[in-house]
């Protein structure tokens, strides 16, 4: 398909006529998460829900979830490495009452969400990066492992034979399981009984990236961001592209304008393609989000992007988003 400026700044390239509505029959959600994978994330994050658990904890216990699934390329353990072969992971969680913590860089730590939590919950800072991070985790605890495993280490020295680094959209997807990934991302919401929302995003980056890099996915209302008085959104895709629109934060101030989830990540979407125009050929780049009431959107760029919801009886169904491009 070719993303022509002119097609990018009319907007008008195979969008809805209209703002995407959920649909009115829809059980209210208590979680939603990115990708196919989310599913079991939710899982995870609704029995702590069917316990009483707090917001907080229901995104957590499903980040971790991904974080220790060595066959996710994506996330965490098993997560491809940078290009001198080291995997480094980033993770931020929140809460809808401004506490937030994150981190960057992450080495030998698999569960580097609740990482995030503690720099959260014990320090005055809200990110903490590499060797720092690292140590914060140590001295708090957390066992160091291995993160490079077998397979990734495989896909590596196979990337070593040519170096070239090109994103496929909805790697994310077509790679769980054990595939070579570009730009990956767990984004999760939630809501708890007392009507209390959270967050947490966990990625181990772009496949093969720069040493050093870091994304949007573990900075606040870029990759993530929670308000209580409104609801949450989450980005994935090419982080790249979702700090430039400060995506999340973006989502959460157009739904407090008065749209909903879908109509929100859709007006966002609009905003980057306008602003970026052909640059953003075959990137992908999508955004979820879950307003207080319960109703879960999302919107992509492009084709591919899933979403899974989940409400209060534990019932998990998969949605395709629509997309500003076919």
């Not at 022509?4 to 509505?21: F, K, Q």
């Not at 495989?154 to 054990?178: H, I």
């Not at 870091?214 to 606040?220: H, K, L, N, Y």
């Not at 052909?278 to 084709?303: C, I, M, N, T």
């Amino acid at each position: 398909m070719d993303l022509s400026r002119r097609t990018l700044l009319t907007g008008t390239a195979v969008a809805a006529a209209g703002p995407v509505l959920a649909r009115d029959d829809a059980p209210p959600a208590v979680l939603v998460s990115t990708w196919d994978f989310g599913a079991p994330a939710n899982a995870a994050g609704h029995a702590v829900h069917q316990a009483g658990g707090s917001a907080l904890d229901m995104v957590e216990a499903g980040a971790r979830v991904a974080e220790a699934d060595e066959t996710n390329a994506s996330v965490g353990l098993g997560g491809f490495p940078d290009r001198e072969g080291h995997v480094t992971l980033d993770a931020v969680i929140m809460n809808g009452r401004g506490d937030m913590g994150a981190v960057c860089a992450l080495e030998d730590i698999v569960h580097a969400v609740s990482v995030a939590r503690r720099v959260m919950e014990t320090t005055p800072h809200v990110i903490l990066v590499g060797e720092g991070a690292r140590a914060f985790a140590r001295e708090h605890g957390f066992e160091t492992t291995p993160l490079l495993t077998p397979e990734a280490e495989a896909a590596w020295r196979r990337w070593l034979e040519t170096s070239n680094y090109s994103p496929r959209a909805n790697s994310e997807n077509a790679d769980w399981r054990g595939g070579a990934s570009d730009h990956d991302t767990l984004g999760i919401l939630g809501i708890d009984a007392q009507g209390h929302m959270a967050g947490a995003c966990t990625t181990s980056g772009m496949a093969f990236k720069m040493r050093g890099r870091v994304g949007d996915s573990p900075i606040p209302g870029a990759g993530l961001s929670v308000d209580d008085e409104v609801g949450a959104a989450t980005g994935t895709g090419v982080g790249e592209d979702i700090l430039r629109v400060s995506g999340a934060h973006a989502v959460v101030e157009a739904m407090r304008s008065g749209l909903d989830p879908s109509a929100a990540c859709q007006r966002v979407i609009e905003r980057l393609a306008r602003l970026r125009g052909d640059k953003l050929a075959d990137h992908q780049v999508a955004l979820l989000a879950l307003d207080r009431q319960g109703r879960a959107g999302g919107f992509a760029l492009r084709p591919g992007f899933t979403y899974a919801v989940t409400d209060a009886a534990g019932q998990t169904r998969l949605v395709r988003a629509d997309s500003l491009f076919s």
